[in-house]
């Protein structure tokens, strides 16, 4: 027994001893720690002033050294150590960051034995990412932190046949974790100054499209990138290394948009799409430096349930437009005469046109479910009954796409004289751009109509007095009372004319 003891103890210190014999011959080259990839890996950047390197990452998590913030070289050194480590498990180095050891070993040419990472190797297989898509949400200007768009990245699971769903795919987003009691202007301040954590996350792409295309009404371009499968491996390895970790979020530059061209530098060493931001980070001109630098594969539109509602509206003609406005308010029934009489096209397109707008109207515009419920199913039963109908066109993509306009950054200079007196004038737009041109005024149709008995009057469409459309900012007239509007074209569905932008 106490042989076999000593024999036990003397083959565990001859394997300490030979992974530490490893650790110790292995020679770091003196500016391994300064590589761009090791810097991107590290999220470390130079310092304003000075020679010093200093991490984003703001999570002491992050970091294997003590001093790992604040230097990249004894962060290198203690990775190194760390992934010599006998032993494997979710809390190993190795298993920690997958990333940084791929890379390590692959630099210092160490032998890729194999490592029991049973939490990352879940996380990656259930995730199944074939390809990388970079989505980009159109501005919202309802909300401040969102006025200049929104980026995030959609994990493909491989395409093997057409009828693959990627609405099931996961996505990687970066965000601030505001507090839900913060008022405007203090959110406004901690966002601009780093008073929020920001928080890598995964979600279903499902939800994100309910959120943006759905409730926010917004647009969405789907970049698919050029990534190949090992360049696919890496951003989700380093996605693993980050996820959960604090990156203090500032909304001019480290934002959302910011985080994930990290990720994409890390997964394709050299592309240095981080170089490209200065002051400031504004979504669509990441999405414009994505494709300046080669990486984009095919460009996909989808359309938000509000454009798609408006396009469906404009392909009727004005007279299936008014039928179709009765319909929505109540005022003809589905198997009206002046319904049934159309022809088997048209009334299908009518129902479906109808029916869309009932459902917007009744999540975007909080018409009443009493109203709206019983209408829609009215609506898809009417609309089960036709066969081989024409359906309505597809929105068809925007002519210019985000990423095809001018930058966002103007600087101006110009000089002209305004009632007698010469005058000189600087302009800078650092985003945002002003559009010029008259405003288009929209027609105003209105069905002059009273409420059936005991059927109370839908809401109206927004107004103020002066008539203007604050969704839109075209200027209406106000119709006169008692008129009922029932324009199923409401103003603030339809998109601005497309104006010179500045």
């Given amino acids: ?27 770091l080259p003196d500016d391994l720690h300064h590589n761009p990839t090791w810097l991107t890996l590290g999220h470390y950047h130079q310092d304003r002033f000075g020679s010093d390197y200093t991490s984003q990452a703001d999570d002491p998590a992050f970091f294997l ?28 180095a190795r298993c920690r960051f997958p990333a940084r050891d791929t890379w390590l070993r692959e630099q210092l040419e160490l032998p890729d034995t194999p490592v029991n990472c049973p939490a990352f190797e879940e996380w990656a297989g259930t995730l199944n990412t074939e390809k990388v898509t970079l989505v980009f949400a159109a501005s919202y200007l309802n909300s401040p932190s969102s006025m200049f768009g929104h980026t995030f990245l959609r994990l493909d699971p491989p395409q093997d046949d057409e009828e693959t769903d990627l609405l099931l795919a996961n996505t990687i987003s970066y965000a601030a974790d505001a507090a839900e009691h913060d008022s405007e202007l203090l959110f406004a301040y901690r966002g601009i100054f780093g008073g929020y954590p920001g928080i890598t996350s995964i979600k279903p792409y499902y939800e994100m499209i309910r959120l943006y295309n759905d409730i926010e009404h917004r647009d969405l371009w789907e970049y698919t990138l050029n990534l190949d499968q090992q360049e696919v491996d890496t951003l989700l390895a380093h996605t ?3 996820q959960d970790k604090n990156f203090d979020y500032y909304f001019f530059d480290e934002n959302c948009a910011y985080r994930l061209l990290a990720l994409i530098d890390a ?16 979504p669509s001109d990441t999405v414009r ?16 349930a509000a454009t798609s509602v408006a396009h469906s509206l404009d392909s009727l003609p004005s007279d299936h437009q008014t039928i179709a406005a009765a319909l929505a308010n109540g005022y003809v029934a589905v198997n009206d005469p ?8 048209d009334r299908a397109q009518i129902l479906d046109a109808t029916y869309d707008y ?4 009744s999540e975007a515009e909080d018409w009443p479910r009493e109203h709206a419920a019983p209408l829609s199913h009215q609506l898809l039963v009417a609309r089960s009954q036709i066969d081989d109908a024409e359906e309505l066109p597809d929105v068809p993509e925007p002519e210019i796409r985000d990423d095809q306009g001018h930058d966002t950054f103007r600087l101006s200079l110009g000089s002209g004289q305004l009632a007698h007196s010469e005058f000189t004038q600087l302009t800078i737009r650092p985003a945002l751009p002003r559009r010029t041109g008259s405003a288009r005024r929209l027609p105003h149709r209105c069905t002059t109509a ?10 109206r469409q927004r107004r103020t007095s002066g008539g203007t459309d604050h969704r839109r900012g075209n200027t209406l007239p106000e119709p006169p009372e008692p008129v009922l509007c029932t324009d199923l074209l409401a103003s603030w569905l339809r998109r601005p004319p497309h104006g010179h932008r500045q």
């Fill in 1 to 27: 027994m106490g042989f076999t003891l000593r024999i036990g103890q003397a083959v565990l210190w001859l394997a300490c001893s030979t992974a530490w014999a490893q650790a110790e011959s292995v020679k």
């Fill in 65 to 92: 050294s003590d001093n790992g913030k604040t230097s990249p070289r004894a962060e290198l050194e203690a990775t190194l150590e760390a992934i010599q480590q006998l032993g494997g498990g979710d809390s190993h």
């Fill in 240 to 242: 693993w290394e980050i």
């Fill in 267 to 282: 997964a394709r060493p050299g592309t240095d799409l981080l170089d490209e931001v200065s002051t400031h980070a504004i």
């Fill in 289 to 304: 430096w994505v494709r300046d630098a080669g990486l984009l594969d095919s460009i996909h539109y989808r359309p938000s």
């Fill in 338 to 345: 002046k319904v049934l009489e159309l022809a088997k096209d």
């Fill in 358 to 361: 009932v459902r917007y109207q």
């Fill in 450 to 459: 009273v409420p059936a008995p005991g059927r109370p009057a839908l809401p």
